[in-house]
C-alpha cells in the first residue's frame, strides 16, 4: 500500500524559533512535492524534490529528501507569523499521482 | 501564464440531489486531476487524464461520480445523487512533461451536501 506519514500532525511554536516537519513514505519514489494551504485556499506549491539527496531553500523554508530513508524533511528557520499555514508533502510512487500525507498545522505564535 | 480556473467556488445542495463542477487547465498541460479534500485531511486522487483519455479511476466512486474531458480540455466533474459524505473541496489540477510533471492546483470547489 502506498503511504505517506506526516509528524506532528500538529505544531505550535513560537516566532523566532527552528523546528523540522517529517515525512515518511512507503515504497520508492524520488519525486516528492512539498505543499502549502492557507485556511480555505488551494495548495500552493513550495518545493519539488527530484533526487536522492537534494536540497531546495526558499527564505526561511528548506526541503531535503533522502530516498534511502524515504524521509524527506521541511525545516523552518526562524519562524515568523506569515508561516502559519498547514503543509502537506506528497509522493509521486512513479505513475505521475500525488498521494498526499495527512498534513501538518503550524502555528505560530508571536 | 493563466492558472488552473474551476467553478463554480462554492455550492450547497440537499442529498440525493446532482451537482456539477467545471475545471479549465492551464493551457498545454496534457494531464489533469480531481481530487477530493474533506476537511482536516490531504487531498485524494478521484480521477486522472491524459488528454481525453482516463488514466486511472480506481478511487472514483463510479455508482455516483462521473467525470469527462470531451476535447482534451476542459473536464467536468459530477455527483448524482450526492450524499452528505461527499461535502468536501474538489480540487482540479494540470501538468505537463515540459514543467517536470509538477502539478499547479486550481482554487477549488467547496460543497456542502446538506
Known amino acids: 500500500e502506498l503511504k505517506v506519514e506526516q509528524n506532528p500532525l500538529f505544531l505550535s511554536m513560537q516566532e523566532g524559533k527552528n523546528y523540522t516537519i517529517y515525512c515518511n513514505y512507503s515504497t520508492t519514489s524520488d519525486r516528492l512535492y512539498w505543499y502549502r494551504q492557507d485556511p480555505g485556499k488551494s495548495l500552493e506549491s513550495l518545493f519539488v524534490l527530484l533526487s536522492n539527496g537534494a536540497v531546495k531553500q526558499e527564505g526561511r523554508l528548506m526541503a531535503s529528501l533522502d530516498t534511502k530513508a524515504r524521509l524527506s524533511t521541511l525545516h523552518i528557520t526562524a519562524a515568523v507569523h506569515d508561516l502559519s499555514a498547514t503543509y502537506f508533502c506528497?509522493?509521486?510512487?512513479?505513475?505521475?499521482?500525488?498521494?498526499f500525507g495527512t498534513g501538518t498545522r503550524l502555528t505560530i505564535i508571536p | 501564464e493563466a492558472g488552473v480556473a474551476q467553478s463554480p467556488r462554492y455550492k450547497i445542495i440537499e442529498k440525493r440531489q446532482s451537482v456539477a463542477f467545471w475545471c479549465n487547465p492551464i493551457s498545454g498541460h496534457a494531464t489533469l486531476y480531481w481530487y477530493q479534500q474533506i476537511l482536516g485531511q490531504g487531498p485524494k486522487l478521484l480521477i486522472q487524464?491524459?488528454?481525453?483519455?482516463?488514466?486511472?479511476d480506481s478511487q472514483l466512486p463510479k455508482d455516483r461520480f462521473s467525470a469527462e474531458r470531451l476535447k482534451g480540455v476542459d473536464s467536468t466533474l459530477k455527483i448524482q445523487p450526492a450524499k452528505l459524505e461527499d461535502s468536501a473541496v474538489y480540487l482540479c489540477?494540470?501538468?505537463?512533461?515540459?514543467?517536470?510533471?509538477?502539478?499547479?492546483f486550481g482554487p477549488g470547489t467547496r460543497l456542502t451536501v446538506t
Open positions: 487524464f491524459q488528454n481525453n483519455g482516463v488514466v486511472d
Open positions: 489540477a494540470s501538468s505537463s512533461a515540459r514543467t517536470i510533471r509538477e502539478q499547479y
Open positions: 506528497a509522493v509521486d510512487f512513479g505513475n505521475e499521482k500525488l498521494t
